[in-house]
């Protein structure tokens, strides 16, 4: 299933992050990733694809994404607590192309589940603006 790609494409570069040297991350990576999960956290599955980067999209459909996204999220119950606690840059990731990526790691909270890991990988896409191109959750 594509979903599995996905997810584990996102492990996979969550895990083996070529670290880019002092690179800082840029505030547009963070602010549109706490977008995207807005949206994940609202239910708004279509939404959050339609949003994800073009490397995402490819990788999985959005009628896919939105059934995977259900079985996942919903018997966590509703967002609690979300923080960061790890944001990486990057100019490369293993499986995807030379680019600017950020992956961050927040340590959740939800109703059903006290304590999780949302690990999103956002990348500057090919319009310059950074969206979300994985996410994995444990």
């Avoid at 990526?101 to 939800?110: C, D, G, I, K």
Wanted: avoid cysteine.
């Amino acid at each position: 299933m594509k979903l599995s790609a996905v997810f584990a494409l996102t492990l996979l570069l969550a895990l083996v992050v070529a670290r880019a040297g002092a690179d800082e991350v840029p505030a547009a990576a963070e602010k549109s990733t706490l977008s995207w999960l807005s949206l994940t956290d609202r239910g708004q599955y279509e939404q959050s694809w339609s949003d994800a980067a073009s490397l995402f999209q490819a990788a999985i459909s959005s009628a896919d994404w939105a059934r995977s996204l259900t079985a996942v999220r919903s018997p966590l119950g509703k967002l609690k607590s979300r923080e960061v606690s790890s944001a990486t840059f990057s100019r490369t990731l293993p499986g995807a192309p030379d680019g600017e990526y950020v992956v961050f790691r927040f340590s959740t909270s939800f109703e059903n589940k006290a304590s999780a890991i949302e690990t999103v990988t956002a990348m500057k896409d090919k319009d310059e603006i950074w969206r979300v191109a994985g996410y994995y959750i444990k």
